[in-house]
Nanobody, 122 residues
Framework: VQLQACGGGLVQPGGYLRLSCAAS????????MGWFRQTPGKEREFVAS????????YYADSAKGRFTISRDNAENTGYLQMNSLKPEDTAVYYCATGLYYSGSDRGQYDYWGQGTLVTVSS
């Protein structure tokens, strides 16, 4: 699976962004999808994930109530809607897919996108 993430940018605190992750190459609907983020000097951390069917979603505590993960298997695309953004959300965001896996363990994901930078600043 090849993944292309986009939608990052500069946003003020309290604002919103919608990240997209377009997949190609294999059957996207067989893959769970996750979003992770990373800042310089820190490990890549789990943000949210969604099962291959879209019926189950999981969120890091930092994302609960503000972020929503979704997917459109017909369009081979996943999304991360981020609302009420905070400066601490600033990071490079990565999407990833794992065959029938949709947990928080980044080691279980097989394919990764290139990352998209989100900057939350006034």
């Amino acid at each position: 699976v090849q993944l292309q993430a986009c939608g990052g940018g500069l946003v003020q605190p309290g604002g919103y962004l919608r990240l997209s992750c377009a997949a190609s190459g294999r059957t996207f609907r067989n893959y769970g999808m996750g979003w992770f983020r990373q800042t310089p000097g820190k490990e890549r951390e789990f943000v949210a994930s969604i099962s291959w069917s879209g019926t189950s979603t999981y969120y890091a505590d930092s994302a609960k109530g503000r972020f929503t993960i979704s997917r459109d298997n017909a369009e081979n695309t996943g999304y991360l809607q981020m609302n009420s953004l905070k400066p601490e959300d600033t990071a490079v965001y990565y999407c990833a897919t794992g065959l029938y896996y949709s947990g928080s363990d980044r080691g279980q994901y097989d394919y990764w996108g290139q990352g998209t930078l989100v900057t939350v600043s006034s």
